[in-house]
Structures are given as structure tokens and as C-alpha cells.
């Protein structure tokens, strides 16, 4: 199964794939439209410190103790992808209790957010990955 | 192979979700008191709020039985395990028999003996759907409402209903509120927030006597109320696997792989005891995600799977009013306490592990410690400091980083 | 600044409709050109700090930033213009020597432009080059006169070591110091899937890089850095270099704040020292002294190796190759004025050397006449930018060409001619990490494979109208050449009839 991997190496920390995911999830059809004098909250975040930087996601666990956690059944894996039905959320953040790697965020909208690779919007693959300017994020099966 | 489950909440559908991991093609049978589609419990707040509706606390879609290919009976009630004919005996049905028998029975609300109580016409407990229904039905804007006991439970249930009713009452025992998730700090904390959205606390206080729409205090205080909403506790529903003559201390004892001392009989959920890792002492550990993963457990155990449960501990992800809290483990150790704004957060460290931690306000990425709590990470090997500052993965070694994101084996 | 003579060239120009204040401008400018204003939520740019290189531009993600040249102007003359002026102001300020980077910028002519390519027509067939096969192999090397015989009968190999080039393009010359480590990988992963060579420069070899060593040419230069026996031993040929297109007659100096960690160790110089390579070797005052290190190298090497000898394109070219060419070098590489350079004194890259084109046809033309061009293979370098200029080059008499400037440009270099500042942006022409970061060789060495794979392309298809269809039957076929727009002294130096003829 394809999956993001991310190499701090080559992680310029330029945030682009922060703002292209922000992009995908708007739902509009123009960058400027869907970003200008917004605060974004996007679902990929990039930790820095000392000029290390890397991009962080959902890592599509195998094993999701997200969606074993999920007191409402709206986290769910399907092939391998892990997504939140928004509609069922009732915002407790046991998924964010639960997650690992802390992939999950409160969304503007009162539910949880998480990265579902782009399948659920129109990007058709994810928005970060085609946006990174250095491959330091890919999408790829290994 | 013929699995018969008793329950149908979180632990049931755990194990019926653990048992198709390894067979596809077992008999499962699914048995419950409750006559309704699989929901989760602790939405029953929310459904009050009005953040959710029945159709949408559906913890599995409605065609789960069907594509799982389980039998639910539902609406009624077990009575008794027979352990030499391996079946379980039903009332007004005939018995069903079992290879493999999970009990997730649950808990009650207990309902301490209280002077007067049987007085009250307008009483009730807060644990089911058909709980939430009932008190539902029996308020109105109002209502003078009286909730005994500030736990989780009656606390979810005072925000539930603050804005359906005229005035709510909290009364309890301890002097602090949540005292089993937080600490005083914390508690002081969440409870001016819960003051500030028009809720009143009396603490270290009891109720001596009821008179019909008068409770009277220990302390000598009055309460006048309309509604009564008992809170005070749950007890497990161990009674099954008691009189079958399986251990049971104050819930059902599991091992590791959720199999009670009887032969081919498992138990999951918050019937049961299980080792907190953050104590190494066996309790209950009334959790929904733990609930699930002991059925899971117990689903592919049962099916001749492998999988341990050994990684319980308690954990809390609960807001009031939008005041988030995220609490996991046990404190009893060396505590670092970072407070900013609106924000409390303290970690418990003891021997280079971190075995508990209270986040209130700002919960963001908190599972980065859970991780901590149940990997038993050394604290040595990664940058404390800098994780204590807020969770972050930039703690970790540059070659973890490379396994848990950059795919590294 | 009570008086500020020198006004930007060039301005920055943000579409604040456009702009979300994303900062990725802010973040990827070494030059610290923009910033954010958390009270407006506005971003400023300062241009007078702005290099012209373009990375913010190409990072926008909303195409709100665009650089555009100043319009403010000095009153027009066309003598004094304005870089004239503005240089006098610059020294008077500082009193130093103008430096520069990258090639001439100047608009002198370019005779690749001047020269039209040849195609089939009814006398003889074209080639679809997707049809038929087209051989764009090259061996570099000095060519055996006679075959030779031994007492039975067979044949003796007496071919010298020759390289073996799936295509006629190399990568020229670029120390490790004066570009990236990224840089470097990039080249030389793209010259091994290429099936071609990548030049190490005056800076010694990486260690990380010996794996690369079939498709290495290390060189030899006035400084020695790195010189050493595994070194020599690494490459498949080696290069001595005398001189470079962009710099003629003077030596490099890479400042000693640049000789860090690997640079020093590759260099095998102290951290911090200066690395001045002089302007001569000063072992090499003369044709025989030149013979004299060619001769060791390869006595060195065991005669293993082609010796390479590279010069810049200077007035007496043809004579000075035909000395390299008997002074025992196998390849002899001519590197015209418009070639690039990591530093250079600005007045020396503006004005010293000839154009590669003219120094080619000379060069050839005299090996030709003295009955030696077999003695050695000609790679030309010097602004080769495009398959075109490829093909014209062959035409010439060219063997194979060296391409630098345009392998820097796959990699994202916009010749904003500032790599003396080592602030480069793209990551090409630095030595920071932060910045180095930025070129991963994953894309570098594909962009640079891509590249070449595309020239090879176009070179079959001109190859393939000409009906011509191996590099070999193009070499020195100057008859698939016509002038446009030259007199008849630059048609005669580059051997070729005007069009029409």
C-alpha cells in the first residue's frame, strides 16, 4: 500500500505542504480564495527546532488505536486509510488521547481532523505530497 | 466454532471485530438486555446536548450484523452460564450454546441506600440510552435539577441538560470534583469553568435525608429540586461469571488475553479487572477504548489468534462546557507542572518513565505522551525538556523519527 | 546611509490580493529580502538585499510575487550606461575588485546563433531516428594512426585508453567547495545513469563519491588540492587544468571561511585556510614542463587513464593545443569565454578570452593541417546551451562538449550570478546546510537525466535530417554548417560558407 513517508533530510520546513493541505480541505477552487486572512488548520504540521524540521500526519496504522478508541465509531479504516465521519464526532479527542504520533486536531468545524490522503476531496492524492518543493514528502509503496 | 457473546456495547463489538480478524465463517451470537442497534454509551450527554441524535450514536453502521454475519439477540436477558452443558441459559428463550463465551456484561449505576429516596418521584440514574430518554422526558426549562455526585457521569449529564432546565445542583461527598481523573489544581480549575456556565457545587457534603422535592443535607442545607439524578458510582455486572463459579474480585479476573478462570469463558470491558500498567495493581478500568481492545483481545484469542492485552491504563478525553481535558495514568510520582493562560498541564514521572499526565485547556497532540505512558519509554533517550514543553516528536532520536515517519525498519 | 549611490536594479513586486501571507518567501530567502508584519498581516520586502534568483517566486504558491527590473533610470547615454556608473560608484565605495560569477553576461556575439544546421532533401534519405538506429556513442582518447599485426597475423591492440560516452555531453568541471555536496551527488548519479562523466574540479574527490569513480574525471590543477594517489586512482581520466573560460590567466581563491568540515578534508587543507590555487602551476612554464606532468600522471596511473588537458579559449589557442597535443595529452578541453565560474574578477570574465565557436574551429583547423588531430579528441565547454549548440559544435570538429552552466540550471540555478556570496538558494553554490538542504539528489539527478535525455533526443533528430546517423560521420563535417550574418573573416576562422552558398 502506497504511504506518506517524510525524510527530515530534506525537509526545507518552507510549510507549503501546511498550506496546500489547508488548500485541499477548503473545498474551494482558488488558493487566495480559500487562504487569504485565514489562520490555516491543516492536518500536516511541520515540527522545527535547531534547523531540523520535518512534516508530520497521519502514519495510517496498521493497528489505529484511534479508531479502536473512537467512543462514536466515526474514526474507521478502509484500505488502509484512515477517516472521520464528522457527521458522528462529537469532539471528546479520545483520538487525540490516543494517537501516537499526535496526528489528530480539534477542526474549525467542532469535530476532529486527520489527514485521509486527500481521498475524500477533489486533490485525488495528497495535496502535501505534490506540493512538497523537495520530496522530503512522499507517497509511495514500499 | 460457535461464539457466543453476552453484551453489545464497545467490549461485544471489539470482540465480534477481533474474532473476523482471524474466522470468517464462526457462529457468533450476540445477546443483550438492551433492545437496541449497538450505540456507545458515553454519547448519551451528547445526545442531550443535541451533538448527536440515536441515528448517529449507532457505534456501528446498521448493517454491522448483517455484514459481520452475527446473530443479535437483542432485548434479551442471560441468567445463568451453565458451564458443564456450555451454554447459557435465557429468559423466555431456549438456552444457546457456546465454544467460546465472551462476557461483556458492563456495568450499573449504584445507587447507594439514601433516607427517604423511594419518596422521590422524579429520580434516575445516567448510564443508558434508555437513562437519557427517561430524563429527557422529565425535564424541562423548568426543572430544578439535583445531580448526586460530580464524577465523570454526573458532570457529563449537568452539561447535557444546563440549557434545557432551570438550575442544577451538584452535591458530593469529596471536596473536590472529578478527584478520580484530576488533581486539586485541576479540579479547582474545571470546576470554576463548570461554575462560570451557571452549575452550583456543593462538595464535602451528602445527602441526609429526601423528603419528596427536599433533600436535606448532612450539613443541614436544603435543597429544593424537581429532578434527582443519582451519580455517585458503577458497580460491575459480575454476577454471571459468580455464580458460575469464576474468580471475581471487585470485577471479573482476566488474564492477559482476557480469559476468566473459567475454561473457554472470557470477559472484556467494565465488568472486568485489568492490570494498570502505570500501577501494576489489576482494577477496573471503565474505558470505552479499553473495553474495545479487551474484546479484541478476547475476539482473536478466542478465534486462535494472537494478541495480548497488556498495555491497559486509565485514560480520560472529556470537555466541559469547551474546557478540554485529557488525562491518562496514575500520579503518584515526581510531577512537573506547566500552567499558561488558560492551561494547566502536569506530567508524573518515576523511574525514567512517564506514568501519568492532566492536560486541561490546551490538549493538543496529548497521545504523544499516552505513547510515553504505554511504551515505557525511557525518559533518558528522548529530550525531555523539550517534550515537557508541549508533545512533539522532534524529542525522539533523529533514528526514530526515521522508523515512525520516514518508514525505516 | 547619508547618501545612498547604489539604487536596487531591481524591484519586488507582491500581488497583495494575491498574497496570503503564507511567509514561504520569508522562509527560503538567505538574502532576507522579505518579512512579515504580524500587525498589518502584511508581508515587506526589501529589494535592495534581492539577488534577482527567483526562489521566492518559483515557491509562491499563489504566483503573488513577480521581480521586475527598476525603471528608475540615470539619464540615458549609451556610453555611460547604467551598470557602467553604477560600478564607478560601487569601487569608489569600496575600493576592491568588482567580483562576479557564472559566465560573460556581455552581448557579445554568438556565433552558435550565426551558424544554421544542414537537412536531407530528395538527394540523399533523412532517418526517423525512432525507426532506424542512431549512434550517439563517443570514445574520447587519442586515436591509433595504423592497425598492427602481430608474427600470426593478429591484430595488436595498440589503442590507448580511450572514455567511453553513451552520449557526446559531459558535466564540466566543478570543485566540491565551490558547489554543493547535493550538488555533486546529483552529477555524479546523473553522469553513472547517463553512461557519461562528471568532472570533480579543483576540489578533490568526496570519499562518499568513489563509488561514482568509473564515471569521475578527477583533475589536477595549479593548487593540488586533493591531489593524491587514491584520488587519481579513482577517476576514469584525469584533467589538468591550465585555465578556465570564465577567468583566463588568473587562479581561484575559495576564502578560508568556506574550508569547513568535508571541504577541508576533501581539499586536504586546514579548516579556515584559504585555498588559492595560483594563477600558473608553477611547475609548468612551457610545453615540456607540461609533458612533464601529463607523463607522470600517467606514469603514475600506469598508463590506465586518458590525460585531459583543459585551457580557456585564449587569442593563441590553435598553437597552444597543438602543443598540448604533442606534449602527450590524450583529450585536450577548451573552455570559451562564456564560461561559468563559482568567482571570477568582473572585468576578466567580461573581457578576457574568444568565443569558444571561433577557438574550436581554429583549434581543429590546425590539428587538421599539422596531421596530429588524431593525437588527441577536443571536448569544448563555454556555453553550451542547448543540443543545438551541440550539434554546431560536433559540425566543428568538436568530439564531445562539456556543459556546466546548463547542468547547474537543471538543477534550479537562475543565474542570479551571486554564488560568490555563498547564499546560494537553490542550494547549488553554498555551503550551508540549511541551504545545501535544498537540492535533493533524488530530483536533482533526475532533472539532470532529463535533460541530457532530451538533448540526445533532439541531437538524433538533426543527426537524423541530415541523414547522418552516428556522431562519428557528423565530426568535423563543417558542409552541414552555413553563416548567417558573418563577414567573410568569421566564415573563414570557422571554416564554413555563408547560407545560400
Redesign the interface.
Known amino acids: 500500500m502506497k504511504r506518506i513517508y517524510v525524510n527530515e533530510k530534506w525537509c526545507l520546513g518552507c510549510h507549503l505542504c501546511e498550506y496546500y493541505c489547508a488548500f485541499a480541505n477548503s473545498g474551494k477552487n482558488d488558493m487566495v480564495k480559500a487562504l487569504k486572512n485565514i489562520t490555516i488548520n491543516p492536518r500536516i504540521r511541520i515540527e522545527e527546532h535547531n534547523n531540523v524540521s520535518f512534516a508530520v500526519s497521519c502514519r495510517h496504522c496498521e493497528e489505529p488505536l484511534c479508531v479502536k478508541s473512537c467512543i462514536t465509531g466515526a474514526l474507521t479504516i478502509k484500505d488502509g486509510v484512515i477517516s472521520v465521519n464528522s457527521d458522528k464526532c462529537v469532539g471528546c479527542y479520545t483520538c487525540i488521547l490516543s494517537c501516537p504520533y499526535g496526528c489528530i486536531s480539534p477542526s474549525d468545524q467542532g469535530a476532529i481532523q486527520k489527514c485521509e490522503l486527500c481521498v475524500k476531496n477533489a486533490g485525488g492524492s495528497p495535496a502535501c505530497v505534490k506540493g512538497c518543493p523537495n520530496k522530503a514528502i512522499e507517497w509511495v509503496e514500499r | 466454532m460457535n461464539y457466543v457473546i453476552i453484551g453489545n456495547s464497545?467490549a461485544a463489538i471489539?470482540c465480534v471485530e477481533g474474532i473476523r480478524q482471524v474466522d470468517k465463517k464462526g457462529k457468533i451470537t450476540i445477546i443483550s438486555d438492551e433492545p437496541h442497534h449497538t450505540y456507545?454509551r458515553?454519547?448519551i450527554s451528547?445526545l442531550l446536548l443535541g451533538?448527536?441524535d440515536e441515528e448517529?450514536?449507532?457505534?456501528?453502521?446498521d448493517s454491522f450484523y448483517e455484514d459481520k454475519n452475527v446473530t443479535a439477540m437483542l432485548g434479551v436477558t442471560v441468567t445463568k452460564i451453565d458451564t458443564d452443558k456450555r451454554c447459557v441459559e435465557l429468559e423466555g428463550e431456549k438456552p444457546v450454546k457456546y465454544d467460546r463465551l465472551l462476557v461483556a456484561t458492563g456495568s450499573r449505576a449504584f445507587i447507594p441506600p439514601m433516607e427517604g429516596l423511594d419518596t422521590v418521584d422524579k429520580k434516575f440514574t445516567f448510564m443508558k440510552l434508555d437513562d437519557a430518554k427517561a430524563l429527557e422526558d422529565a425535564i424541562n426549562e423548568n426543572s430544578r435539577v439535583l445531580i448526586i455526585g460530580a464524577g465523570l457521569i454526573g458532570l457529563k449529564c449537568a452539561e447535557g441538560i444546563n440549557d434545557r432546565v432551570q438550575s442544577i445542583e451538584v452535591v458530593d461527598l469529596a471536596d473536590r470534583i472529578l478527584p478520580s481523573i484530576l488533581d486539586e489544581t485541576g479540579s479547582a480549575m474545571v470546576q470554576k469553568h463548570i461554575e462560570d456556565n451557571g452549575i452550583k457545587f456543593t462538595l464535602s457534603d451528602s445527602v441526609a435525608q429526601f423528603d419528596k422535592n427536599t433533600a436535606t443535607l448532612k450539613s443541614g442545607k436544603v435543597i429544593e429540586f424537581d429532578v434527582l439524578v443519582i451519580a455517585v458510582g458503577v458497580r460491575p455486572n459480575t454476577q454471571l461469571v459468580a455464580q458460575a463459579g469464576g474468580a471475581v474480585n471487585r470485577g471479573i479476573v482476566t488474564d492477559d488475553r482476557c480469559r476468566t478462570t473459567l475454561k473457554n469463558i472470557y470477559s472484556a470491558g467494565d465488568c472486568t479487572e485489568s492490570l494498570d500498567i502505570t500501577t501494576g495493581q489489576e482494577r477496573i478500568l471503565a474505558l470505552?477504548?479499553n473495553a474495545?481492545?479487551q474484546g479484541?483481545t478476547a475476539g482473536i484469542d478466542m478465534a486462535g489468534g494472537q494478541k495480548l492485552y497488556d498495555k491497559a491504563m486509565p485514560?480520560?478525553?472529556?470537555?466541559f462546557f469547551g474546557l478540554?481535558i485529557?488525562t491518562?495514568g496514575s500520579y503518584n510520582g515526581e510531577a512537573a507542572v506547566i500552567q499558561s493562560g488558560n492551561s494547566y498541564k502536569k506530567l508524573v514521572t518515576a523511574d525514567d518513565t512517564l506514568i501519568g499526565y492532566i492536560m486541561i485547556g490546551d490538549?493538543?497532540?496529548?497521545?504523544?505522551y499516552?505513547?510515553l505512558i504505554?511504551?515505557k519509554k525511557p525518559l533518558s533517550s528522548i529530550d525531555f525538556d523539550?517534550i515537557k514543553e508541549k508533545?512533539?516528536?522532534?524529542a525522539f532520536s533523529?533514528r526514530e523519527?526515521?522508523k515512525?515517519?520516514?518508514?525505516l525498519r | 546611509m547619508p547618501i545612498d549611490f547604489l539604487y536596487p536594479e531591481y524591484e519586488v513586486i507582491r500581488d497583495n490580493t494575491r498574497c496570503i501571507t503564507c511567509r514561504v518567501c520569508e522562509r527560503q530567502c538567505a538574502n532576507e529580502v522579505h518579512h512579515y508584519d504580524k500587525e498589518l498581516n502584511m508581508m515587506f520586502s526589501d529589494e535592495s538585499k534581492c539577488v534577482v534568483c527567483h526562489r521566492c517566486v518559483s515557491l509562491c504558491p499563489t504566483r503573488a510575487l513577480k521581480i521586475v527590473k527598476t525603471d528608475n533610470t540615470f539619464k540615458e547615454n549609451a556610453n555611460w550606461t547604467g551598470d557602467a556608473i553604477t560600478e564607478v560608484y560601487r569601487q569608489a565605495g569600496t575600493g576592491g575588485v568588482l567580483l562576479s560569477s557564472m559566465g560573460n553576461p556581455k552581448p557579445y556575439p554568438i556565433y552558435w546563433d550565426k551558424m544554421l544546421i544542414n537537412a536531407s532533401q530528395v538527394t540523399n534519405p533523412s532517418i526517423d531516428p525512432l525507426r532506424e538506429p542512431m549512434e550517439t556513442r563517443t570514445f574520447l582518447g587519442k586515436k591509433p594512426t595504423k592497425v598492427e599485426y602481430d608474427q600470426k597475423g593478429g591484430i595488436i591492440n595498440n589503442l590507448t585508453p580511450q572514455l567511453d560516452l553513451k552520449v557526446p555531453i559531459m558535466f564540466s568541471a566543478m570543485s566540491y567547495g565551490s558547489i554543493s555536496y547535493n550538488a555533486h551527488e546529483s552529477l555524479a548519479r546523473a553522469a553513472k545513469e547517463l553512461g557519461t562523466f562528471y568532472n570533480t574540479g579543483e576540489g578533490g574527490l568526496h570519499k562518499d563519491f568513489y563509488k561514482y569513480g568509473k564515471n569521475t574525471i578527477v583533475q589536477v590543477a595549479s593548487g593540488r588540492f586533493g591531489v593524491y594517489k587514491d584520488y587519481l586512482e579513482q577517476g576514469s581520466a584525469i584533467e589538468i587544468k591550465i585555465g578556465q573560460g570564465a577567468k583566463p590567466g588568473i587562479g581561484g581563491h575559495l576564502p578560508g571561511a568556506k574550508i569547513v568540515g568535508d571541504i577541508s578534508k576533501t581539499r586536504m587543507i586546514p579548516e579556515g585556510s584559504d585555498a588559492i590555487s595560483p594563477a600558473p602551476h608553477h611547475d609548468i612554464y612551457s610545453i615540456e614542463d607540461l609533458r612533464q606532468l601529463v607523463y607522470s600522471l600517467k606514469e603514475a596511473t600506469n598508463y590506465k587513464k586518458p590525460v585531459i588537458v583543459k585551457i580557456a579559449a585564449v587569442h593563441n589557442v590553435a598553437a597552444i593545443a597543438s602543443g598540448i597535443a604533442r606534449g602527450g595529452a590524450d583529450i585536450i578541453a577548451i573552455d570559451g569565454y562564456r564560461g561559468g565560474t563559482g568567482a571570477a574578477p568582473t572585468r576578466i570574465r567580461d573581457n578576457v578570452g574568444i568565443p569558444i565557436e571561433l577557438a574550436l574551429a581554429s583549434v581543429d583547423q590546425r590539428l587538421r593541417d599539422e596531421g596530429i588531430r588524431g593525437n588527441v579528441s577536443v571536448v569544448v565547454g563555454g556555453s553550451v546551451r542547448n543540443s543545438a549548440d551541440i550539434v554546431k559544435a560536433i559540425a566543428l570538429g568538436a568530439d564531445a562538449v562539456y556543459i556546466g552552466t546548463s547542468a547547474l540550471l537543471a538543477l534550479g540555478c537562475h543565474q542570479c550570478r551571486s554564488c560568490q556570496t555563498g547564499r546560494c538558494n537553490w542550494g547549488i553554490a553554498t555551503q550551508r546546510p540549511e541551504l545545501v538542504r535544498r537540492l535533493n539528489p533524488n530530483i536533482g539527478y533526475e532533472r539532470l537525466v532529463n535533460l541530457v535525455h532530451a538533448w540526445e533526443h533532439e541531437i538524433k533528430e538533426m543527426m537524423g535530417g541530415m541523414g547522418i546517423n552516428s556522431i562519428e560521420a557528423l565530426r568535423g563535417n563543417r558542409l552541414m554548417l552555413r553563416g548567417i550574418g558573418l563577414n567573410e573573416k568569421e566564415l573563414s576562422i570557422l571554416g564554413i560558407k555563408h547560407a545560400g552558398e
Do not use: C, D, F, W
Open positions: 464497545a471489539g456507545s458515553p454519547l451528547y451533538k448527536t448517529r450514536m449507532k457505534y456501528r453502521s470505552l477504548p474495545y481492545m479484541e485514560m480520560n478525553a472529556i470537555g478540554h485529557i491518562a490538549v493538543a497532540r496529548a497521545g504523544i499516552t505513547a504505554r511504551e523539550l508533545p512533539q516528536l522532534m533523529k523519527r526515521a515512525t515517519l520516514g518508514g
